[in-house]
């Protein structure tokens, strides 16, 4: 159809049309389709950790020549390097391994903490989770280890943190 | 006869032209329906501006109603929704569906300057600086979400961290701040609050940057369609007004979310890639964007050159170039004028718009060389002359015919024929109105037909509307009284309509021939009367 030769009621239904289809797009992409990001009776353990691993190598004592010719902010006795081990963690549900990771120290000179962030599907129920770290450098056997029995309702969202005053891992 | 014509321009990419074929396809449907004066496809960038606004008049009235704690935020949104929903529901419905009104927009917009390859060389700069509009708009609402408070915010802010912390800036995974109940403070919530102030802010400010090189943008689309848009988004958001997820409980995990799609649908991907990809594909898209203004072919043309013998100042150049490249300066060479047009060359595209508005642009001037106040050096006014002098002295027939096109329109050439001489410009308005006087009242030819893009469709932006006020004698230069407006035909057409073109080519000949014969019979009459 030539542009100038539409009749009026056509144009006024082609511009209706053109409206209600926008309106349409707008109305249902603005929230459909939904995003399911579980599968029903799943629950979700996150872990969450941020630990320091033990530094590597003994504080060493300091032997000064002349104790005052040195500054005053320069006489610590104690030496400390500061490079850290990394962590290990290993986390069991009903004996089954579902993480495990070796995590470098954070910061340039490896001074810092090592951080974990994982996010872990489960199904739903009564569990045992068994908690593992090692942090000494050690070859084997682990530093802290907790066992505990957790019952996760579906879409539970379960955290997992290290607590460094208590020394151990606790479920929140 | 085919009379030469500007320099040949590179043609597009078959792509880019079965795209804008495409493009110009659907745009005639849209002109069928509003009238090529209300199509909304050819004004994105007036509907965008108006879509914000909206939501910023919206988005004041939920601030001031809303209360802005972690705690007391869900029940304020859902006391507006549901009990005041003929005020604070509206609002917020408006909020939503203008938001997400403005992105299917901005996408268009986008689209079509792309197609229409309209931000290549020295026009870079609105592209490139589209850029960050594109991330301000989308930070902004994505925010805007967050404030909420309800599942739906709640996903969002976990995987917006979870995301972030794929960047090596953060030490402890800021995720970690999300991990229990109550775990989130309201200091924090401030802080998103603030945010959704300030990002609109700057988003309104990029807006502003995005249109400096652009004169006489239009920023405000015609009433009747700011009317019709607002009505209808007004009848969604009565229909199906905006509501809320269940509020968020950090102990759980959200299984399952109704996403906004426009301004959330690449979210599900970081949990379906990973964070890495997602910044991946997100910096990667927006580089090629960015770069794209300078990717091959290169076309630069020579910018328009001032001759200040013939300029005398009268500013008419730096009214009409589109891309504000001339402006007027103090002049040095003694001429009573007060100014003179200086044109800056990393603005200029060398339309030659300003050819046609300087008012030394007359061909009826007898120096050999015909020299004017503003020129293409590719393409001088001198050397038109002499092409159509050329054309003109061999046209023969009954109805003979110049059409004067553009590089961006028809493909005029396979019109040529004996008694039709063709030429093509950079932009119909290059065409000084004297020109249209020239060809037809030295008697060399019974019409003129102009052809250019489609009417808010020029190339250039403003060629089209500034040749239709000339010759309505609405904007100077002015085309002479003298001249018959019956002999001049205008086909505004997309380079996809050659058919048009032709059948008006034809009525407009045959209303020529027309006039011819009842002249001849109003002379036998007059003969016959005197003798
Ligand atoms: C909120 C979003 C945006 C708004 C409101 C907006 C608005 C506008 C307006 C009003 C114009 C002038 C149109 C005219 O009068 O001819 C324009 C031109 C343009 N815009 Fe946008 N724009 C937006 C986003 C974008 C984006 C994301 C891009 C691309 C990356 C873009 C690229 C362009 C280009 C290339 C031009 C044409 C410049 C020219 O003709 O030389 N815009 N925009
Ligand atoms: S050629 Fe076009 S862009 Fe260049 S100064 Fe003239 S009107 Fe402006
Ligand atoms: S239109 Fe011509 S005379 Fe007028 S300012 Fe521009 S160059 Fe000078």
Redesign the interface.
Known sequence: MSRSLMPGAMKFLGQGAAYLALAVVLGYFSNSPAYIRLAPDTAVIKLSISHGGQHKGECGTRQFANIKETRTTRRALQLCPRERHSVLVEIFLDGERVFSREQPPSGLSSDGPSYFYERIAVPAGRHRLDMRMRDSGRVEGFDYETTQEVELEPARNLAIVFSTPSANFVIK | MNGSASPPQPHPHPLRRAAQNGLMQVE?????????KLN?LTQLGALGYFYFWIVAATGIYLYIVFETSINGVYDSIEYLTVEQWYLGGIMRSLH??AS??LV?TMMLHLLREFVLDRYRSVRWFSWFSGIPILWLAFASGINGYWLVWDQLAQ?IAVATF?WM?WLPLF???I??NF??RGSLGDRFFSLLVFLHIALPLFLLFAMWIHLLRISRPRVNPPLALAA??F???F??AL??P??SHPPAD?????????????YLGF??LI?IWSAGWVWLLLVGTSTVLSILPWAPPFKRSSPAVVDAANCNGCTRCFEDCPYGAVVMGPRDDGRPFPSIALVSADLCTACGICVGSCPASTPFRTSTQLVTGIDLPQFTLDKLRKDVDQALARLKGESKVVIFGCDHGNDIGKLASPDVAVFSLPCIAMLPPAFMDYVLTRGHADGIMLAGCRENECFHRLGVEWTELRIGGKRDPYLRDRVPRDRIATAWLAPSEPG?LAGRLKAFRDNLMAMKISAAKDGEKEHSHVS
């Open positions: 005639g449907w849209f002109d069928s329906a509003f009238g090529p909304p939503r569906y997400d009104a299917i996903y979870e912390d030490g402890e995974p995720a970690n991990l229990t019709g848009t009505a209808m988004l009848l969604l229909y199906k905006a509501l950090l102990g759980m995990v959200v299984e399952r979310v109704s996403l906004d799609w426009f979210y599900p949990e048009e």
